[in-house]
């Protein structure tokens, strides 16, 4: 036997365990994530790019983006770009620019947004924190530079309308007619629902038989994710406008959650709920599919939270609270 045929099967070996090491240590490296804006210091109104990006092994966790709201903090969203993505070396990569503006004086601060990563084995699901930033909106300074000017009397000035002024005038009061004419017919077409408030059955008896319904109808399996996340978030505001009998049907994603706040004491169920409802944002809004798994865990966690609900406001109607 010749001395090669000793070292082959060593070898081997070798080069398995390396393989092994190498995947274990892909898997190990957590996702990275970087928060930045281009400038830290604006005058009211101008604009600045807040930038959020991440970067992880590919084929290795399943990310959940932050869903930034139209206006937070004391900022307002100018423009909010889609999310991009890269592979470069191994790693997939993801960013996101938002244009901002703020109209407040002082130092005002980027809030702090949360990113949900789940490996795609291993170790449980965990969360990403973006960094929050500190941001000095100030005035336009005075130019000293230039002289000022002295004090003139007063000008009388004749109180004439000139003809154009008139026929502005009598344009904007025909306008103002049509559009008044053109609301009383958009609101005779598109009443509130009327059958919202008028169903013999009991707020919660509803929202569970419409959870059972909405099960029943197998939409995941036939991919009409986005209507199944829709009629998700339909039902439990259907639910609240019945059980409040108040109309909340055109209620957003974060004032949902607002509302749980109030008829909710359990902080770490409407946090867990949170993540439904901006994966469901995602779905409606940036066609993100989420997996089949997920979609059924919103619709227990949907169930889950209207039932607590339910308790919570009926022990404050029970106790005249």
């Keep these: 036997m010749y001395k090669s045929d000793y070292h082959r099967p060593l070898a081997v070996v070798i080069f398995l365990m390396s393989c092994l090491l190498y995947e274990e240590t892909v898997f190990a490296q957590h996702p990275e994530i970087t928060t930045s804006v281009d400038k830290r210091r604006i005058i009211?109104?101008?604009q600045i790019h807040y930038k959020v990006s991440t970067s992880m092994p590919d084929n290795t966790y399943r990310l959940s983006w932050f869903i930034f709201p139209d206006s937070v903090s004391h900022f307002q969203v100018v423009r909010q770009n889609n999310i991009d993505s890269s592979f470069i070396n191994g790693y997939i990569n993801f960013s996101q620019d938002i244009t901002?503006?703020?109209f407040d004086?002082?130092?005002?601060?980027?809030?702090s947004f949360v990113l949900n990563v789940e490996p795609l084995r291993g170790d449980t699901t965990f969360n990403l924190l973006t960094d929050s930033i500190p941001v000095q909106?100030?005035?336009?300074?005075?130019?000293?530079?230039?002289?000022?000017?002295?004090?003139?009397?007063?000008?009388?000035?004749?109180?004439?309308w000139a003809w154009w002024l008139w026929v502005i005038l009598a344009v904007a009061v025909l306008l103002l007619i049509v559009w008044i004419r053109f609301l009383i017919k958009f609101l005779k077409k598109k009443p509130v629902s009327t059958d919202l408030f008028s169903s013999?059955?009991?707020p919660y008896e509803e929202a569970m038989q419409l959870l059972a319904d909405l099960q029943q109808q197998q939409l995941l399996q036939k991919s009409q994710v986005k209507e199944y996340h829709t009629k998700l978030s339909e039902i439990i505001k259907r639910y609240l406008s019945r059980k409040t009998k108040t109309y909340k049907m055109n209620l957003t994603s974060?004032?949902?959650?607002?509302?749980?706040?109030?008829?909710?004491?359990?902080?770490?169920q409407v946090f867990a709920f949170a993540n439904?409802?901006?994966?469901?944002?995602?779905?409606?809004?940036?066609?993100?599919?989420?997996?089949d798994t997920e979609s059924e865990k919103c619709?227990?966690?949907?169930r889950e939270m209207i039932t607590v609900i339910n308790q919570n406001l009926n022990k404050k109607a029970e106790s005249g609270t």
């Design 200 to 202: 013999k059955l009991l």
């Design 100 to 102: 901002l503006t703020s």
């Design 276 to 291: 439904c409802l901006r994966m469901s944002s995602a779905v409606k809004f940036a066609k993100y599919i989420p997996p």
């Design 299 to 302: 619709l227990a966690q949907t």
């Design 44 to 46: 009211i109104g101008e």
């Design 137 to 160: 909106v100030l005035f336009s300074p005075m130019d000293s530079v230039k002289t000022f000017h002295d004090i003139k009397s007063i000008i009388e000035v004749k109180k004439e």
């Design 105 to 111: 004086s002082g130092l005002r601060v980027i809030p």
């Design 254 to 268: 974060d004032e949902i959650l607002m509302e749980l706040d109030e008829y909710t004491t359990g902080k770490e």
